[in-house]
C-alpha cells in the first residue's frame, strides 16, 4: 500500500471526537448568547450553560437571597424570553446542550423545550442533558431546595417525561464531579455516585411511569457526569472501574440484557479543586495530564469533555482563557493519533490489579449504604456528607504536612513574577449594574403577560405535584405562560416543604500534627480563661454559595482546637447571620464565599453588626477573592482575608485566635441568649 493511501485509511480508522464543551455563562442571557456564538465558531461543539445561583436554587433575581448573586458564576434565566435570548440565532435541532441545573431541572428543560417549540423545532429531535442529579447536592454543591424524597420523584418525572417525548435527551447525569470536589476518594467516587443513580433507576421502576418493556431505554439515557483529578492512573482506572461496575449493576439488578443499554455514559469536567492560587500558569499542565485521563483509554473514554481555565482559582476566566482550554481539547482530538487505536490499557497488568482494587472498595461502601436503605437513606442520616467532609480534612491535612506536594503551594515555591496574571483585566468581573438591569427586564416582564393565564397554569401546576402527577406537561405550559423560575419554585415548595441537608460537621478529631494541636487548644484554653467562657466562632455562608467545603474544614479544625463552633450550613440571609452571632454571643465571625459576591454580602454582615451595636465582633472572610477586593474588604472592616493559598489551618485558626484576644478587650458582656425565633433556625453548637 503506498503512503498515500495508508494516510487516507488511517484518517477513514479514526473514531469520532468526544463532544467539545466549554462550560459558561455570566452576567444576562445576551451577554452568554454572545459568548456562545463566539465558542461555537472556534470550534466547540456542544453548548455546556452555567446559570447563577438564583436560578440555581429557584430563585427570582429581586429575591432577597439573591442579592450580590444576579449573574455571577452563570447566567440568570428568569423567564422564557431570558430563554429565548440565550439561545437566539441557536438552532435547537442541531445543538448538543448540557445544562448544569439540578433541583430546577425540570423546569429549566421546560424552558428549553418551550423556545424549541416557538423555533418550530419538534421535542424529539432535541439533544442534550439536564443534570438533574438532586442528590448530590445534598452532599456537595447545596443547591438543593426540596427535601430528598419529593427531589427523587422530579427526577423521575423527568425521566419517565423524556424517555418518550425527548427520547435523544440524558434526562440526568448522575453527578459524581462535585463528590470529589468535596474530598471523596476514588472509591467513594464510585460509591456515592453508582449509589445515586441505583436510587434512581429504583424509583423510575416503581413509580408505574414506565413499562416494564420500556425500561432498558431509561436506563439507556442515564448518563453520568465524572472529575478527573491529578491522579493520573488511579483516574484512568477508576473510569474503567466505573464502566464494567456500570454494566454489572444494569445486568444483574436489572436485567438489561442489550449491552448498548449498559453502556456507561459520560461526561467530564477535569478537577477545579485542584487549580492552584500560587503560580496559576502551573494548571495548564494539571489541566492537561487530568484530561488524558479520560480519553486515553478508549473503552473507557469521556463522551464530552470540558476544562476549566487555567486561572479559575483567581476569578471568572476571560473569552481568552476559555479559547485556550478549547484549543487544548482541539489539538489532543485532531492533531494526534490518539482516535486511531484501540484501547491502550487493555491487558496491562498494574491497570487491572488497579481497576480490581477499586471495585472491590466502591462494592464495599455500597453495601454499607444498601444497608442503610439506600442514597436516600444514608444522606438523610448525614452519613455520606458526613464521610467526605472527614476524606477531605485528611486530604487537606495531607496537604498541610507535606505528605502529599503540590508544586507552588507547599513545595517549590519560589516563583518568578507571572506575566500573564499582571495587568486590572487579568480575570473577567461582571459589571455591577448586570443585577441591577435584569431586575428591571424581571419586572417588566411580569407586566406585560397575561396574569389570568399565570395564575391558572401554577394551579395546574399545583395539582399535579399535590396529586403525584408527572409535573413536566404543566410546567411547560408555565413556561409558555410567562411563569419565572421563582414562581415554579415557590408553588413547589409550597407542596413539598424545604429542606436544610446535614452539615456533616461532628466533633470529631480528624488530623494534623499533634504537637501544632496541641499548643492550638492551650492557646484557646488561655483565651477562653481571658474570656470567662468558652471562645465561640460562627462560621456562616450568606447569600446563595452552596460550595461549602472551606466552612466546614475550618469549622472541623476550629473544633479541633478546642472552639466552639456555630456553623448551620448554607443559604443564609446577612441579617440571620448577625442576629444569631449577637444571640449566641460569638466572639468572632468567619463568613465563606465563594460565589464572587463577597463584597456586597460582607457589607451587610458588617453594617448590620454595626447597626446592632455589635461592630466589635471581629469579621474575617475565606474565598476566591482578587486582591483589589481584599482592599475593599478591609476598607469596610474586615479584620482578615484568606484565600485559598492559604492552606495551613492551624495557621488559620491560630491567627483568629489571637484576633480575638486583640479585640476581647472592646467586647461588652454577654447574657449568651438564645436566638430569636424570627431569626431564622437557632445556630447549632459543635
Not at 436544610?500 to 494541636?517: H, L, N, Y
Request: hydrophobic fraction near 40%.
Amino acid at each position: 500500500m503506498s503512503m498515500e493511501n495508508k494516510r487516507s485509511a488511517a484518517k477513514q480508522d479514526r473514531d469520532r471526537p468526544w463532544l467539545i464543551r466549554t462550560y459558561a455563562g455570566h452576567s444576562s442571557a445576551s451577554a452568554s448568547n454572545a459568548l456562545y456564538r463566539q465558542n461555537l465558531a472556534k470550534g466547540q461543539t456542544g453548548l455546556s450553560v452555567a446559570f447563577d445561583l438564583p436560578t440555581q436554587t429557584g430563585y427570582d433575581s429581586d429575591h432577597i437571597l439573591a442579592r450580590g448573586e444576579v449573574g455571577k458564576v452563570g447566567v440568570p434565566v428568569a423567564h422564557l424570553g431570558d430563554m429565548m435570548t440565550l439561545f437566539d440565532g441557536i438552532p435547537l435541532d442541531q445543538m448538543n446542550t448540557s445544562m448544569t441545573i439540578n433541583a430546577p431541572a425540570a423546569w429549566l428543560l421546560s424552558l428549553y423545550i418551550a423556545v424549541a417549540e416557538k423555533q418550530g423545532t419538534a421535542r424529539d429531535s432535541l439533544q442534550g442533558t439536564t443534570q438533574n442529579d438532586i442528590i448530590k447536592e445534598y452532599l456537595s454543591r447545596g443547591t438543593y431546595i426540596f427535601p430528598p424524597a419529593p427531589s427523587l420523584k422530579l427526577i423521575t418525572d423527568v425521566a419517565a417525561f423524556t424517555y418518550r417525548e425527548v427520547p435523544k435527551w440524558n434526562p440526568m447525569n448522575v453527578c459524581s464531579y462535585h463528590l470529589q470536589e468535596a474530598g471523596a476518594t476514588a472509591e467513594q467516587e464510585l460509591a456515592y455516585a453508582l449509589a445515586t443513580a441505583i436510587a434512581v433507576l429504583d424509583a423510575v421502576r416503581d413509580s408505574g411511569q414506565v413499562p416494564e418493556e420500556d425500561f432498558a431505554k431509561v436506563v439507556g439515557r442515564i448518563s453520568f457526569f465524572v472529575n478527573a483529578g491529578i491522579r493520573f492512573v488511579t483516574e484512568i482506572c477508576k473510569m474503567r472501574a466505573f464502566c464494567e461496575l456500570w454494566d454489572e449493576i444494569t445486568q444483574d439488578r436489572y436485567g438489561i440484557e442489550d449491552a448498548k443499554y449498559r453502556r456507561f455514559r459520560y461526561g467530564v469536567q477535569v478537577n477545579s479543586l485542584g487549580l492552584t492560587e500560587q503560580q496559576p500558569e502551573n494548571n495548564v499542565y494539571r489541566i492537561l495530564i487530568e484530561m488524558l485521563a479520560v480519553v486515553l483509554s478508549k473503552n473507557a473514554r469521556a463522551r464530552a469533555v470540558q476544562l476549566p481555565a487555567w486561572n479559575e482559582a483567581l476569578g471568572l476566566p476571560r473569552p481568552w482563557d476559555q479559547q485556550w482550554s478549547l484549543r487544548l481539547q482541539q489539538i489532543m482530538a485532531y492533531e494526534t493519533d490518539l482516535l486511531e487505536y484501540e484501547d491502550l490499557f487493555d491487558g496491562n497488568p498494574a491497570i487491572e490489579r488497579k481497576v480490581g482494587a477499586l471495585k472491590e472498595g466502591a462494592r464495599a461502601e455500597l453495601a454499607k449504604i444498601d444497608a442503610m436503605g439506600g442514597a436516600i437513606a444514608a444522606v438523610d442520616r448525614g452519613y455520606m456528607k458526613q464521610e467526605l467532609v472527614r476524606s477531605n480534612a485528611r486530604r487537606l491535612a495531607d496537604i498541610e504536612s507535606g505528605l502529599t506536594k503540590v508544586i507552588g503551594v507547599n513545595a517549590f515555591t519560589e516563583t518568578e513574577p507571572s506575566p500573564l496574571t499582571s495587568g486590572e483585566k487579568s480575570i473577567l468581573t461582571v459589571d455591577d449594574m448586570a443585577e441591577q438591569e435584569q431586575i428591571e427586564k424581571l419586572k417588566a416582564w411580569r407586566s406585560d403577560r397575561d396574569q389570568p393565564t399565570v395564575t391558572k397554569n401554577l394551579e395546574a401546576l399545583k395539582s399535579a405535584a399535590s396529586e403525584g402527577r408527572n409535573i413536566m406537561e404543566s410546567s411547560i405550559a408555565c413556561a409558555h405562560a410567562g411563569v419565572t423560575t421563582g414562581e415554579w419554585s415557590e408553588t413547589l415548595r409550597d407542596v413539598f416543604g424545604e429542606y436544610r441537608a446535614p452539615t456533616g460537621i461532628t466533633s470529631m478529631i480528624v488530623t494534623g500534627d499533634a504537637q501544632d494541636i496541641q499548643t492550638l487548644r492551650d492557646r484557646v484554653d488561655e483565651v477562653s480563661d481571658k474570656l470567662g467562657e468558652r471562645m465561640k466562632m460562627l462560621v456562616g455562608k450568606p447569600g446563595l454559595d452552596g460550595h461549602s467545603n472551606g466552612a466546614e474544614q475550618i469549622a472541623v479544625k476550629a473544633g479541633d482546637a478546642g472552639i466552639e463552633v456555630l456553623y448551620e450550613g448554607i443559604r443564609w440571609t446577612p441579617d440571620a447571620l448577625v442576629r444569631n452571632a449577637i444571640d449566641e454571643g460569638a466572639h468572632v465571625i468567619g463568613l465563606s464565599i465563594l460565589s464572587g459576591s463577597h463584597v456586597p454580602l460582607v457589607r451587610e454582615v458588617v453594617n448590620g453588626l454595626r447597626a446592632e451595636g455589635a461592630g466589635h465582633i471581629p469579621v474575617v472572610v475565606g474565598g476566591i477573592i482578587p486582591e483589589a477586593d481584599m482592599l475593599v474588604l478591609r476598607q469596610m472592616g474586615v479584620a482578615a482575608v484568606y484565600t485559598p493559598k492559604d492552606y495551613q489551618l492551624v495557621r488559620v485558626i491560630s491567627e483568629i485566635v489571637d484576633l480575638v484576644d486583640r479585640k476581647s478587650s472592646d467586647r461588652p458582656s454577654s447574657t449568651g441568649t438564645h436566638p430569636n425565633d424570627d431569626a431564622g433556625r437557632s445556630a447549632t453548637v459543635y
